[in-house]
């Protein structure tokens, strides 16, 4: 397993023994319940704890954040453990997964704070300040799932690799469409830390 990176007690503050046990959870249990794959065991901090934390950055003060397609807590856990002033919703349809995240959140003592339901975004009804994704698919089939998840005045923080600005050009017509504006930002969980692409959307 991939050591403690140096700045995960900047990153966590006091959460860091929870971060600890939410990292020992997914190299058991995530793996064995079949949630990732076995090579990611050895990149767990750097790939998707700090990856996940990094997103916090640019989030507001005292957010309602629905994570869409959540599975193993993938951003919103480890925003609620960087960020102990957001609310997260884990928004995930498969039973298994969400299962494990009612697991991780009781075992995690986050239930004040976090909650999970278990739905397709396109069948959820809530609206929030913040729509995060990650890994759930391109643009354009994303984008349709998650703006009418929007709050007014709220905005899509959607994580994405190498590919977000070729994902932005295929989308540009839905994003007009929808009258979306669009920002690629680079966050980082700390100067440290390897850089996370974050795809801003917001109605202009
Ligand atoms: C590749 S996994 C990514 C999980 C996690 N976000 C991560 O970064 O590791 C995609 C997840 O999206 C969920 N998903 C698929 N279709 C969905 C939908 N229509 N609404 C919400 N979640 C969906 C799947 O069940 C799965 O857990």
Sequence with gaps: MEAEPAEATAVFGDRIESTRQYVDMLSSRGIEWGLLGPREAGRLWSRHVLNSAAAGGVMPEGAHVVDVGSGAGLPGVPLA????????TLLEPL?????FLELAIDELGLEERVR??????EDHEDVYDVVTARAVGALSKLVPWCEPLLDDGGEMLL???ASAPEELAKAEKLLRRLRLSADVLSVRADPRSEPTTVVRLRRA
């Design 95 to 99: 039973l298994r997964r969400a299962e």
């Design 159 to 161: 994580l994405k690799g």
């Design 116 to 121: 999970v339901v278990r739905a397709r975004a």
């Design 81 to 88: 453990l960087a960020r102990p002033d957001l609310g997260v």
